[in-house]
Each structure stands twice: as C-alpha cells, then as structure tokens.
C-alpha cells in the first residue's frame, strides 16, 4: 500500500488543522493505521493510532483531549484532526500502516514505529506563537 500524507500547514497556536492520508493499492480496511510525528533534533514519536474498524483508537499524552483520530475505509483515507494546536505540536507528521492480520498484539504495540510496515511521506505543521 501506499500512502500520502496532507494537510500540513502554519497555524497560530490554538488554532486547528485536520491532517489526511490517502492510501492506495491495497485493500484500506485491512491495514491499522497509526500517526507520528518528528521535530528537529527529536526522535520520531508516536501520536495516535486506530484499528482497521475504528473501533479502538489511542493517543500520546501530549495529544490527548486535542487531537482526534478517524478513518473511511470507503474513501480509503484517514485523518488526524488537531485542535487547540500549541508551538511544541511543530513536526513533520508522518501516517503509517501495518496488515491487521500481522499486527502482533496491536492492542500493545501500537506506539512502536517498528510495528508499522507502510509509510507516508511526512507532511509539515508549524504552529507559532
């Protein structure tokens, strides 16, 4: 599958933007998708994630309350949408995803970039002050 991220873009802090990825060449409903994010200078981490139902989704701390995770597996896209954005939230973001049915223990595993096999191609938020 491929993936392609969109909807970056600066933002004043507190402000809103909803992040999108567009998978293609496979069957979307059968892949977890999960979203990460890396700063300059910082290791790339985890965001948020939702299962290929979207019957489960997880978040980071830093984004919990905020942030909101979602997909349409008819439109096979899925999106990040990002309020009350704050300056730290600057990074690229990158969508990932893995088959559901070799997602080991997804349940536990889900923050792990190595739990993802497919990944998109970053798309980038600033948020100022």
């Known amino acids: 599958v491929q993936l392609q991220a969109s909807g970056g873009g600066l933002v004043q802090a507190g402000g809103s933007l909803r992040l999108s990825c567009a998978a293609s060449?496979?069957?979307?409903?059968?892949?977890?998708m999960g979203w990460f994010r890396q700063a300059p200078g910082k290791e790339r981490e985890f965001v948020a994630a939702i299962r290929w139902s979207g019957d489960s989704t997880y978040f980071a701390d830093s984004v919990k309350g905020r942030f909101t995770i979602a997909r349409d597996n008819a439109k096979s896209t899925g999106y990040l949408q990002m309020n009350s954005l704050k300056p730290e939230d600057t990074a690229v973001y990158y969508c990932?995803?893995?088959?559901?049915?070799?997602?080991?223990?997804?349940?536990?595993?889900?923050?792990?970039?190595?739990?993802?096999?497919?990944w998109g191609q970053g798309t980038q938020v600033t948020v100022y002050s």
């Open positions: 990932a995803a893995v088959v559901r049915k070799f997602a080991q223990s997804y349940s536990t595993n889900y923050y792990r970039s190595g739990s993802y096999d497919y």
């Open positions: 060449g496979g069957t979307f409903s059968s892949y977890n």
